[in-house]
C-alpha cells in the first residue's frame, strides 16, 4: 500500500529537549515536504526537498532541520524547541511532474510546555 | 512567489444544498491546481484537480471550474452529504519543481 508515515503520532515534550520526527514514504518519490498546520493559518511549508541531498526553506523554516540521506526518509529535527512550535505536522510527498498528486501522512500532534 | 487565498473559511449547508469553496491564485505561470479534503485526525488527501488548459472538470458530486484569465478556480458540492464535513484546502503548483502553495482552508459543515 503507498503510504507515507510519521512517528510519532503524539508527542509532549519540553522546552529545549532536543526531538526528531520521522517521515517515511514506499512511493520512491523524489519530492518530500514538511508542513505545519496551524488554527486560521492552513498548511504553512517548513522545508522541501526535491531529491536525496537537496533541501531547501520553506516559508517558516526558523527552529526546525531537516535532511535528505535516503530519498525515502526525510525527518524533521527541532534542535531546541520552543512553545510556539507546539502544532499539528504534516509530511508529504510527491513525484515532481506537472500532476504533482501529494500524499501525506498522518500528521505529528506536537505540545512544547 | 505564489499566494493562493480561499473562500469562505467556514462554510454550513443542510444537507442536500450544494456547497461552493472560491481560491485565486496570483502567478499566472501556475498550471496545476488540486484541492485536498481533510477529515478529522487525518492528513490531507486529493480528491480533484485540474490544470491550466482545463475549463471544468467532474467527478460524480464534485466539479472544479477554473478561470485562467481571473486567476480563480472553484470547487463544487452537489447533493452534500454528512460525511463531506471535513476541512478542504486549494492549492497551486507552477511547476515540478517548486513547492505546492495551500490556501489556509475552508471548514464545511454539512447539517442533517
Known amino acids: 500500500e503507498a503510504q507515507v508515515t510519521q512517528n510519532p503520532r503524539y508527542l509532549i515534550t519540553v522546552t529545549g529537549k532536543k526531538l526528531t520526527v520521522t517521515c517515511s514514504q514506499n512511493?520512491?518519490?523524489?519530492?518530500m515536504s514538511w508542513y505545519r498546520q496551524d488554527p486560521g493559518l492552513g498548511l504553512r511549508q517548513i522545508y522541501y526537498?526535491?531529491?536525496?541531498?537537496?533541501?531547501d526553506k520553506g516559508d517558516v523554516p526558523e527552529g526546525y532541520k531537516v535532511s535528505r540521506k535516503e530519498k525515502r526518509n526525510f525527518p524533521l529535527i527541532l534542535e531546541s524547541p520552543s512553545p510556539n512550535q507546539t502544532s499539528l505536522y504534516f509530511c508529504?510527498?510527491?513525484?515532481?511532474?506537472?500532476?504533482?498528486?501529494?500524499?501525506f501522512g498522518q500528521g505529528t500532534r506536537l505540545t512544547v510546555v | 512567489g505564489e499566494n493562493v487565498e480561499q473562500h469562505p473559511s467556514t462554510l454550513s449547508v443542510q444537507e442536500g444544498d450544494s456547497a461552493v469553496i472560491k481560491c485565486t491564485y496570483s502567478?499566472?505561470?501556475?498550471?496545476?491546481f488540486p484541492w485536498y479534503k481533510q477529515e478529522l485526525g487525518k492528513g490531507p488527501q486529493l480528491i480533484i484537480d485540474?490544470?491550466?488548459?482545463?475549463g471544468e472538470k467532474k467527478d460524480q458530486r464534485i466539479a472544479v471550474t477554473l478561470n485562467k484569465t481571473a486567476k480563480h478556480f472553484s470547487l463544487h458540492i452537489t447533493e452534500t452529504q454528512p460525511e463531506d464535513s471535513a476541512v478542504y484546502f486549494c492549492?497551486?503548483?507552477?511547476?515540478?519543481?517548486?513547492?505546492?502553495?495551500f490556501g489556509k482552508g475552508t471548514r464545511l459543515s454539512v447539517i442533517a
Open positions: 526537498s526535491m531529491n536525496v541531498e537537496v533541501t
Open positions: 508529504a510527498s510527491r513525484i515532481t511532474g506537472v500532476r504533482a498528486e501529494a500524499f
Open positions: 492549492a497551486a503548483l507552477t511547476s515540478g519543481n517548486t513547492p505546492l502553495v
Open positions: 485540474i490544470r491550466s488548459n482545463v
Open positions: 512511493m520512491n518519490h523524489e519530492y
Open positions: 502567478d499566472s505561470a501556475s498550471n496545476y
